[in-house]
């Protein structure tokens, strides 16, 4: 009983902390650096990118100074917004899928985005984090598709791979979102510079003003 009140404790501390962030100090976001082979550093300009947007476009204070973050370092409780992307393998031991536990439900938010080929690496991989919880997919006419700009149609398709509709699945717990996994729609890739897809502006003003949408309902949350 002792041991179970003194996490609660922790825990509390941890979302006051989060809290703290939100509300009186720039806001920090940053990468998940995982182990088991995938590459966990595609899209090297993409969250760059995203926060160069938002902090122009929609008014948030975020520290243009992006790191990377292990599953099983405490610096992970620094990063309200952790992203993490690939196309392989992907690989938590029992440590890390506790500590990545723990910063979710201190208040963590930990953003999948498949660049092709994650899903059926990191399903069961959060399994480890969360056994009790499965991915849902998230409808339409949900905030995170609402605001600032409205999505009416789920996310934005970036690239074409499987002929796939995109989709937006998250884990919820308690009633709280404390991860979402975008797939089928290489995000990411829209938020890269321009040279490296190629892709038309229209495109990567799509993919930023979701991220935008995203990173907005993690820090009002």
Known sequence: ????????????????????FASAQQ???ALLKYRGGGDWYGNPTSLPNLVRFCNQEIGTDINPNVPTVEPSSPDLFNYPYVYMTGHGNVVFDAAEAQNLRNYMLAGGFLHIDD????????EPQMKKVFPELDFVELPYSHEIFQKPYPFPNGLPKIHEHDNKPPQLFALIYEGRIVCIFTYECDLGDGWEDQRVHHDSQETREKALKMGANILRYVFTK
């Open 27 to 29: 806001l920090n976001i």
């Open 1 to 20: 009983m002792k041991m179970k009140k003194l996490l609660l404790v922790i825990l509390f501390s941890f979302s006051l902390s989060f809290s703290f």
């Open 115 to 122: 660049n092709y080929g994650i899903r059926q690496y990191i």
